[in-house]
């Protein structure tokens, strides 16, 4: 792909100098694609009983389905369907912010459980498979938010968004800071998002499949801290 065939949407002076640098990284893009098939493959294989009765939990404990599928802004800001384990109650999407809280009433008590340990996220090894997403990169955003990026942040969407980044550690307790009272949308939007995305385009100025290992080993380190 060429930067003009990019959406115009992206297609900004602030993006082309990423483009550029991915362009001399896709060495190592093509192992990193081959690690994400490789090593989801695995994961799945060895945790499908454990998810087998985490499901089975999920339907126990509430109504509704066991897979939340929001949409969200993929590479090349192409919507996907992310899948999730679902953590709130059916519909939740339509009673409230696509932001959740601490508190937020719209959580399932096994919800909870969830969402502490980030059980929710493993669903997207899926997505990994299915090319959508890949094990580390920029998570994945609500339309209305990738809307509010700032231009260079555009950039991060020409890599495959990720189930875990370094984003994702720095804010692991993200539903805390839009719980500090204010309107949470503009906290996310006005100080969280920006904090994010240039943490994403630092990941993004040295890819590799080593530091990817690390990154996932630093998530895991952060969940269980």
Not at 15 to 42: E, M, N
Not at 159 to 173: E, H, K
């Amino acid at each position: 792909m060429t930067f003009q065939q990019l959406p115009l949407e992206m297609q900004k002076p602030e993006v082309a100098p990423w483009f550029q640098l991915l362009q001399r990284q896709r060495a190592h893009l093509a192992a990193k694609r081959v690690f994400d098939i490789t090593a989801s493959l695995l994961i799945l294989l060895i945790t499908s009983p454990f998810f087998l009765l985490l499901a089975a939990a999920i339907k126990i404990d509430s109504r509704g389905p066991v897979f939340y599928r929001q949409v969200r802004v993929g590479r090349y800001g192409e919507d996907f369907r992310i899948f999730k384990f679902r953590t709130m109650v059916q519909n939740a999407d339509k009673m409230g912010l696509a932001l959740t809280t601490g508190h937020d009433p719209r959580i399932t008590r096994m919800g909870r459980l969830i969402r502490k340990l980030r059980l929710d996220e493993f669903s997207q090894l899926l997505n990994v498979l299915r090319g959508d997403m890949s094990l580390v990169g920029p998570r994945p955003e609500v339309r209305k938010y990738v809307d509010a990026y700032a231009p260079e942040y555009w950039a991060t969407l020409l890599v495959r968004p990720g189930v875990t980044a370094p984003s994702s550690i720095a804010f692991r307790n993200e539903d805390e800071l839009l719980s500090k009272g204010g309107d949470p949308e503009a906290i996310y939007i006005n100080e969280i998002l920006p904090k994010k995305c240039s943490l994403n385009l630092e990941y993004m100025k040295k890819i590799s499949v080593f530091r990817d290992i690390g990154i996932m080993f630093q998530t895991v380190a952060a969940v269980l801290h």
